[in-house]
């Protein structure tokens, strides 16, 4: 009760200190040669953040990030703290985070769990993840209609609102942590008996999983990294999405990044690690097969891009992730997984992954 109290205190402006100094979020008004990557380096002390900003206020600026007028004003939301000292309107409280512009809202069907709670369950995932989620793919994605489906036959009388939030650096700390999201899709689950793995498994409750995939490492075909025995990678430059995981770097007893054997270098997009590739940049590029095949057809590098597929840094299963601080975690993670069940005894599971699997194959 005490704790409740005093984050009641929180939330209306009363926690210790001036209470405009402690106020978290609020109105902005677009000055003359702001962008949003400037106005998120400024206020949330990362430039990246201009997604999240863009998001709340795709209503007032439109689908073009780049076209804000002067005199617009935003509603910036609480993030992780930032940015204080502004007009309060929208500060704190992260249901009011407004992403409806990008949600899309979908009324599911009758119980076999009981509810989470009455307010909608809110859903993160972002693009850049083919063939699993991106909203160009049909469906939003593999995985993003796994999701859908499941959810519907896992939850009672109760909505699921969807954001598609492109930096994926912000899922889990501060969306999920923070309170901002219910859970976020999809995210590799690393060996939780592993040292590498287990600072994520502690934070972070892993639904069943949804898919398996290799995790490889691509490379330039005209000078491949020589992978004869794991020291050969050593001393090389491996680009890694940001926002990725990237525990498989020191699974299996590698302790390639642990130990500073290679050096880790991070693109905003997977596109941009191959960028990095062919300039010479980095000697290779690790994501999962399927991404990586994908975006190498995409930017036709396919004569230029090849994956080490002889020497794989392992398989791993992509699931959707929960907050162990999440109030509800629990509950969630069992509606979403009794949806999962559902989906895969109707038949339905296999039908989502013949579909859009038969459709990678075609294009690759």
């Known amino acids: 009760m005490v704790r409740l109290f005093f984050y009641i205190l929180v939330l209306c402006g009363f926690g210790p200190g001036n209470a405009l100094a402690q106020a978290c979020g609020g109105d902005y008004e677009v000055a003359r040669g702001d962008s949003l990557s400037l106005i998120a380096n400024r206020l949330y002390k990362d430039a990246g953040k201009w997604t999240a900003i863009h998001t709340v206020n795709r209503s007032v ?33 992260g249901e009011r985070l407004k992403l409806d512009a990008v949600s899309a809202e979908t009324n599911v069907s009758q119980p076999s769990v009981p509810p989470v709670r009455s307010t909608p369950l809110r859903v993160v995932s972002g693009d850049d993840q083919a063939p699993f989620s991106d909203h160009r793919l ?24 969807t954001f598609r939030i492109n930096d994926w650096a912000s899922h889990l700390e501060p969306l999920l ?9 999809p995210w590799p689950k690393p060996d939780c008996d592993d040292l590498s793995g287990a600072p994520i498994c502690q934070a972070y409750a892993f639904s069943d999983p949804m898919f398996e995939m290799l995790m490889v490492m691509f490379v330039d075909a005209d000078k491949p990294v020589p992978l004869a025995n794991t020291e050969d990678i050593h001393g090389k430059k491996l680009c890694r999405p940001a926002g990725r995981m990237v525990f498989m770097l020191d699974a299996e007893g590698r302790g390639w990044l642990q130990n500073g054997l290679i050096e880790l270098v991070r693109a905003p997009t997977v596109s941009g ?27 036709g590098l396919t004569d230029r891009v090849t994956p080490l597929r002889n020497t794989p840094l392992g398989i791993v299963t992509l699931h959707a992730v929960v907050s162990k601080q999440h109030p509800q975690s629990q509950k969630i993670l069992a509606a979403l997984n009794d949806g999962l069940r559902k989906l895969k005894r109707d038949g339905g599971f296999q039908d989502i992954l013949d579909r859009h699997l038969s459709a990678v194959w075609a294009g690759l």
Request: net charge negative.
């Open 177 to 185: 942590t923070g309170d901002l999201m219910d859970v976020s899709y």
């Open 273 to 299: 690690c191959f960028d990095l590739l062919v300039r010479g940049d980095v000697d290779a590029v690790v994501v999962n097969e399927f991404t990586g095949r994908n975006a190498v057809a995409t930017l």
């Open 61 to 93: 600026i439109g689908e073009d990030p780049d076209k804000i007028l002067v005199g617009t004003r935003l509603e910036l939301a609480c993030i992780n703290g930032l940015p204080k000292g502004m007009s309060p309107r929208s500060a704190v409280s």
């Open 138 to 161: 049909p469906q939003g994605g593999m995985l993003a209609e796994v999701m859908d489906q499941a959810l519907r036959r896992g939850l009672t009388s109760r909505t699921v609102k």
